[in-house]
């Protein structure tokens, strides 16, 4: 069994900043990309940027240059330092894996529940 659990959400003035941690734990063998989405209230759910295994990263438009995904391999924790954060970021914030398990050979996609980010004007 695989969980990932995201932490580190809350609420905060516009300007300021927050750091998400995303922690998968169980009997994982190997983890591939791992991804940051957000989806507001009545938007579709959006990715906000991926990292590669090797460190390699993407963000969307709308965050490049405010937020930075990174990862701590050896913990198996993915991380999301957001900075000058806009009422416009409010959003619930999950995180995926897609990795491999100690007991199957295929590789699939694993989805955190969720850590609310609220931003006030």
């Known amino acids: 069994q695989v969980q990932l659990v995201e932490s580190g959400g809350g609420l905060v003035q516009a300007g300021g900043s927050l750091r998400l941690s995303c922690a998968a734990s169980?009997?994982?063998?190997?983890?591939?990309?791992m991804r940051w989405y957000r989806q507001a209230p009545g938007k579709q759910r959006e990715l906000v940027a991926i990292?590669?295994?090797?460190?390699?990263?993407n963000y969307a438009d709308s965050v490049k240059g405010r937020f930075t995904i990174s990862r701590d391999n050896a913990k198996n924790t993915l991380y999301l330092q957001m900075n000058s954060l806009k009422p416009e970021d409010t959003a619930v914030y999950l995180c995926n894996a897609d990795l491999r398990t100690t007991t199957s050979p295929n590789q699939y996609r694993y989805w955190g529940q969720g850590t609310q980010v609220t931003v006030s004007s």
């Open positions: 169980g009997s994982i063998f190997s983890i591939n990309a």
């Open positions: 990292i590669s295994s090797g460190g390699t990263t």
